[in-house]
T-cell receptor, first 115, second 106 residues
Framework: EAGVAQSPRYKIIEKRQSVAFWCNPI?????LYWYQQILGQGPKLLIQ????????DSQLPKDRFSAERLKGVDSTLKIQPAKLEDSAVYLC?????????????FGEGSRLTVL | KNEVEQSPQNLTAQEGEFITINCSYS?????LHWLQQHPGGGIVSLFM???GKKKHGRLIATINIQEKHSSLHITASHPRDSAVYIC????????FGTGTSLTVIP
């Protein structure tokens, strides 16, 4: 069974530029999460999708971050314009069910450096 | 205050030592998860448990629901166990601890 796929693995951009990350969850997983992990900290939830609907985006900085999962399968996370403090690893995870009942499967992460 | 607290933050051990990482949480949960993150790598789920004890190879995870506490034990530690171990709890969403950085020295 293929795992959670993410790309790119690494991205370096200058502040005020834009960047997009892609995630393909495990086939059949209804729930998809985007997390931001700053060095030395635990993952912070940015957005949770259930199929193609948003369940929780309360911590997503909506003035610069956007995410979509149009067909309920793969997802993109965009940052525009990027700030220095956006330097982090962006983790995508999927679960067969919602947060209460399912094991969480993570991708390798996309490491963003903003200069 | 974080919903999930881990201790210690950093841990250095000699190869072969028995290691314990602790996790306390403050919310009602559906399950507790132990995760492993290698440098530069993604996160791998080690255990998901809601009661009692689970064992996988040299790893043992226990949970005490009444005390809202869990421990991850590593027996006969090895340098390849060096990683960050993250405790997370799930209740509608996931709450993560900040991780315990383990270094096992040969």
């Amino acid at each position: 069974e293929a795992g959670v796929a993410q790309s790119p693995r690494y991205k370096i951009i200058e502040k005020r530029q834009s960047v997009a990350f892609w995630c393909n969850p495990i086939s059949g997983h209804a729930t998809l999460y985007w997390y931001q992990q700053i060095l030395g900290q635990g993952p912070k939830l940015l957005i949770q999708f259930q199929n193609n609907g948003v369940v929780d985006d309360s911590q997503l900085p909506k003035d610069r971050f956007s995410a979509e999962r149009l067909k309920g399968v793969d997802s993109t996370l965009k940052i525009q314009p990027a700030k220095l403090e956006d330097s982090a690893v962006y983790l995508c995870a999927s679960s067969p069910y919602g947060g209460d009942t399912g094991e969480l499967f993570f991708g390798e992460g996309s490491r963003l450096t903003v200069l | 205050k974080n919903e999930v607290e881990q201790s210690p933050q950093n841990l250095t051990a000699q190869e072969g030592e028995f290691i314990t990482i602790n996790c306390s949480y403050s919310v009602g949960i559906s399950a507790l998860h132990w995760l492993q993150q290698h440098p530069g790598g993604g996160i791998v789920s080690l255990f998901m448990l809601s009661s009692g004890k689970k064992k996988h190879g040299r790893l043992i995870a226990t949970i005490n629901i009444q005390e809202k506490h869990s421990s991850l034990h590593i027996t006969a530690s090895h340098p390849r166990d060096s990683a960050v171990y993250i405790c997370a709890v799930s209740r509608n969403q996931f709450y993560f601890g900040t991780g315990t950085s383990l270094t096992v020295i040969p």
